[in-house]
């Protein structure tokens, strides 16, 4: 065992420190009474702190979290629906054009999200869909399709071939073997993916604020938004909004710290 | 459409692609004959196939076509544009807002990624070291780049405001003058580029931490043995070896980067003026940020876009196959 410095320790928690400066920052504001935010010199810790930021927020984001919260859970059902057996077919039964395919995803994943949101726009004008939930959902799931895919296709890939074969010889058929083996096997993979395509979901802007600009399925990012337009001065309401909105990442971290990681270097690092 | 271009394009790179996936092949086909098995592998891509046709060559499809046309609002709901060929693309390249799109987009791309890959490498080499705490500071530092950009955007442009913001007020308190960060042409730039550095960092780390951990440890105690320094061990060992995450993390973040959009248009909407325009957010300017929607040119602009990040694309790919085959 070699000795571990403390210093070390101490500095790492000082780079931690600065990173997340911001963040602190995000909560001091968001306690800070109305009154002191015009002061040229913020205060550093909430001293006094006030909850009205919150109250304000939660008294008229609560539709927007709700219709964000619906968002997410819908594009998460979507992107496992397309993306599990398309990982099947790819990795387990060895589809044809499969490489093809998989250079598909890899381009789909490279186009800027503000032309499909053109794209989607001029669509979903004809089909009177702007500022529906469900567009909102198939708008939000292409940023995590194409990721859901690929993720599943390596993870299933490396099912051993003897896990399915066994399956087949008790006279499984494809599907069964899909879904009583291959599925099961890949349970963590389908939490990364649904994590993801949770977060970016709940994340999204620029669909949001391009195909459900108005109405009343506003999610929460443009809620903070139309909030950051509309009362300037109410500055600890919007970062107690922010904060608000950033419990689902906070959590996730917290509770799914691993599949995080996976998602995070999937495709990028080999194993 | 799409499902034949597939097939097509399958079956004309077979024979490169043939030579890995063969032995796990062989194997899988003995449970069913050849083509009830290639009608089942088709069955169960079959909703990812269509789902591509509709919700990304539809629109994709629907984007040139914006493009091409002349569409006016009007022209937009009625759906009875004027043909304009190349016009748009044209007038785009001769706008004046081109040239500083072009460069801005050049300067917040290479300035963003040159500064998250060095501060993601120092900071992944420092959690290497395995001290303490390092797993759950490492995991502390993923924060940003989970939080919505909304939130971070928001968190930024407050606390860079000109009167109140912390920033500010710390370099007042040592003396120096307010800068005015998001409301100045001079300013505007760094101050995005700064709030996307911030954001980048996380996904460096992460990474370069994993590309470390396969480097293996027989090296560095050799090298230690050798009598080699700290800093020799970084530029002999770890750099080289740590090339091919380097390049994917590179290309990966110049590929992100040059599709932000949110940060910038959170933060100072492109401008003052056109003093932190991309082409990305122009192309957002152009057909949802103002009260008259442009879709032509912006179309236009976003087409452009998917060429820069297509050649990128392919040189990631070429990448990636070569880095297989070793």
């Given at each position: 065992m070699t000795a571990r410095p403390l210093w070390k320790t101490a500095l790492g928690v000082v780079f931690t420190a600065l990173m997340l400066f911001p963040v602190y920052w995000m909560v001091n504001v968001s306690l800070t009474p109305t009154g002191d935010?015009?002061?040229?010199?913020?205060?550093?810790?909430?001293?006094?702190?006030?909850f009205e930021g919150y109250t304000a927020a939660l008294s008229q984001q609560l539709p927007s979290l709700g219709t964000s919260l619906g968002v997410g859970l819908g594009c998460v059902a979507l992107t496992v629906a397309i993306a599990a057996p398309a990982g099947y077919a790819l990795?387990?039964?060895?589809?044809?054009?499969g490489r093809a395919l998989n250079f598909l995803l890899l381009v789909a994943q490279m186009i800027p999200a503000v032309v499909m949101a053109m794209g989607f726009y001029a669509i979903y004008v004809r089909l009177d869909l702007l500022n529906t939930v469900w567009g909102l959902i198939v708008a939000d799931s292409t940023i995590a399709v194409p990721f859901g895919v690929l993720l599943y296709t390596t993870f299933m890939a490396g099912i051993p071939r003897d896990l399915v074969h066994a399956a087949r010889i008790d006279g499984a058929g494809a599907w069964r073997t899909f879904t009583k083996v291959v599925l099961p096997v890949s349970r963590n993979s389908t939490l990364t993916v649904a994590l993801f395509a949770f977060l970016w979901a709940w994340s999204d802007f620029i669909f949001a604020s391009t195909l459900?600009?108005?109405?009343?399925?506003?999610?929460i990012t443009l809620g903070i938004y139309q909030y950051i337009g509309n009362n300037t001065t109410q500055w600890n309401a919007i970062m107690a909004t922010a904060v608000i909105a950033s419990l689902p990442a906070a959590i996730l971290l917290v509770v799914a710290q691993r599949y995080v990681a996976a998602g995070v270097t999937a495709g990028a690092v080999k194993d | 459409m799409t499902t034949t271009s597939v097939e097509a394009t399958g079956r004309a790179s077979g024979g490169a692609a043939?030579?890995?996936?063969?032995a796990p092949g062989r194997n899988g086909?003995?449970?069913?004959?050849g083509t009830a098995r290639h009608w089942t592998a088709i069955g169960f891509a079959a909703p990812l196939l269509a789902y591509l046709a509709v919700f990304y060559a539809y629109p994709l499809w629907r984007n040139i076509e914006l493009s091409v046309h002349d569409y006016t609002v009007r022209a937009f709901v009625q759906g009875d544009p004027a043909f304009a060929g190349f016009e748009k693309y044209a007038e785009v390249f001769a706008s004046d807002a081109f040239p500083a799109a072009l460069v801005n987009t050049a300067v917040f791309t290479l300035v963003s990624i040159a500064f998250q890959y060095a501060i993601g490498l120092a900071l992944a080499v420092f959690f290497?070291?395995?001290?303490?705490l390092s797993g759950v500071l490492r995991a502390l530092f993923l924060v940003p780049w989970l939080l919505p950009l909304i939130v971070s955007s928001s968190t930024w442009a407050w606390m860079l405001n000109?009167?109140?913001g912390i920033v500010n007020s710390v370099i007042e308190a040592f003396g120096g003058s307010q800068i005015n960060w998001l409301t100045s042409p001079d300013t505007a730039l760094t101050a995005v580029i700064i709030a996307n550095i911030w954001l980048g960092v996380p996904f460096n780390l992460v990474i370069l931490h994993a590309g470390l951990q396969?480097?293996?440890?027989e090296l560095y105690e050799a090298a230690s043995l050798d009598g080699a320094t700290a800093r020799q061990r970084f530029w002999r060992i770890t750099f080289p070896l740590l090339r091919p995450v380097s390049a994917i993390t590179l290309l990966l973040g110049f590929i992100y980067t040059l599709k932000v959009v949110d940060v910038i248009w959170i933060m100072t909407t492109g401008g003052p003026?056109?003093?932190?325009?991309?082409l990305a957010v122009w192309s957002y300017r152009e057909a949802?940020?103002?009260?008259?929607?442009?879709f032509s040119p912006a179309a236009a602009i976003g087409n452009l876009l998917i060429v820069i990040a297509l050649v990128f694309g392919f040189v990631h790919l070429r990448m990636q196959r070569d880095w297989e085959k070793s």
């Open positions: 935010l015009r002061r040229s010199d913020p205060n550093w810790f909430p001293s006094d702190p006030t990795a387990v039964l060895n589809l044809r054009g459900s600009r108005s109405g009343e399925y506003v999610p | 043939g030579v890995s996936p063969a086909r003995r449970g069913l004959p290497h070291a395995n001290f303490r000109s009167d109140n396969q480097i293996p440890d003026g056109d003093a932190s325009l991309t949802f940020g103002t009260g008259q929607p442009d």
